[in-house]
């Protein structure tokens, strides 16, 4: 295997765990990266309590 092509497939195994690790979907509980209307609700209670804040999300 060439040394290019090597360089190139670690590159792509560095992307896709990167982008697995970054995946992550903000206020997904369940982790099936779709935001329920149960944690839209949960999330927005959350704040209006002063929970959540743009500050402490940061």
Do not use: C
């Not at 290019?4 to 995946?23: D, E, P, Q, W």
């Amino acid at each position: 295997m060439s040394i290019s092509l090597r360089a190139n497939l670690i590159v792509l195994m560095i992307l896709a765990a990167i982008a697995s690790v970054h995946g992550a979907v903000p206020g997904d509980l369940d982790g099936d990266k779709i935001v329920s209307q149960d944690e839209f609700s949960n999330a927005e209670s959350q704040f209006k309590e002063g929970k959540i804040t743009f500050e402490n999300n940061w």
